[in-house]
């Protein structure tokens, strides 16, 4: 199985920046699109960002277009997530997941959970007003 560690959450306030990063094992890092998720209580999880094995595509959901990036670094096995001009309703659990070795993601699939075969244990993000 794949191991996914996420890391960098906490506390920040509203207008600030914050940098998630999950760390992953193996080495078949480059083979797996990989996505941010998020969840508060009583809700399901939902798609923040996903980018493609390569990097060369990225996608985000509405609520954080122009404010959060996501990057990788296949050499250090890890995938980011730079979150920045923070506001409340982006206090959530964050996940970090993986798709699985050579499996092609569409578009449309990266916003899918059911699409990702490895999950993170989840970092807390709490944005004060």
């Known amino acids: 199985q794949v191991q996914l560690v996420e890391s960098g959450g906490g506390l920040a306030q509203a207008g600030g920046s914050l940098r998630l990063s999950c760390a992953a094992s193996?080495?078949?890092?480059?083979?797996?699109?990989m996505g941010w998720f998020r969840q508060v209580p009583g809700k399901e999880r939902e798609f923040v960002a996903g980018?493609?094995?390569?990097?060369?595509?990225?996608y985000y959901a509405d609520s954080v277009k122009g404010r959060f990036t996501i990057s990788r670094d296949n050499g250090k096995n890890t995938v980011y997530l730079q979150m920045n001009s923070l506001k409340p309703e982006d206090t959530a659990v964050f996940y970090c997941?993986?798709?699985?070795?050579?499996?092609?993601?569409?578009?449309?699939?990266?916003?899918?959970?059911?699409?990702?075969?490895?999950w993170g244990q989840g970092t807390q993000v709490t944005v004060s007003s």
């Open positions: 980018i493609s094995k390569r990097g060369e595509d990225t």
């Open positions: 997941a993986a798709g699985g070795g050579s499996v092609w993601f569409s578009q449309s699939d990266y916003s899918r959970l059911a699409r990702y075969a490895y």
């Open positions: 193996g080495r078949t890092f480059s083979s797996y699109a």
